[in-house]
């Protein structure tokens, strides 16, 4: 299956807490950073996730929230994703920026134009993306 996202990071699960309704499912990548997915039990279940098996991370570029100097901030959402620009593809209303944050790994944001020029986003610039748990959709294979 092929998808639209543009951001899909395989990983292991690492833990799945529990809820009433929800589950937390953290998704340890390669570089050592990890994501955290909310999801329902009802998917926990149909995907039959267990602790230790691989699974893919997936997150809409557009869902992505992009910042800087974000190392000490504290914010809501469970994942901060830290590194470097690898390209800015400036348009009159949106840019496109890809970020390398490690291990190979490579994360693509869609953020205005004005967010991008008062951020100072360049190439080898630094820069963190945050987005929510509620924005990660699990799948496996």
């Not at 543009?6 to 799945?16: P, Q, T």
């Not at 990548?29 to 998917?43: P, R, Y």
């Not at 190392?71 to 840019?95: E, F, Q, W, Y």
């Amino acid at each position: 299956m092929n998808i639209s996202a543009r951001n899909i990071f395989k990983g292991i699960i690492s833990s799945i807490a529990r809820g009433a309704v929800n589950a937390e499912v953290t998704i340890a990548l390669a570089s050592g950073a990890s994501i955290v997915s909310n999801v329902t039990l009802g998917a926990v279940e149909r995907l039959s996730l267990k602790e230790g098996m691989e699974a893919n991370a997936i997150v809409k570029a557009s869902n992505i929230i992009l910042g800087t100097d974000l190392h000490d901030g504290k914010v809501s959402a469970r994942n901060i994703l830290c590194g470097t620009v690898t390209r800015v593809i400036n348009g009159p209303v949106s840019c496109e920026v890809t970020l390398e944050i490690g291990g190979g790994d490579v994360l693509s944001a869609i953020i205005t134009h004005g967010s991008s020029m008062s951020l100072g986003l360049a190439e080898e610039s630094h820069a963190c993306a945050i987005f929510k748990a509620s924005s990660v959709i699990i799948g496996v294979e």
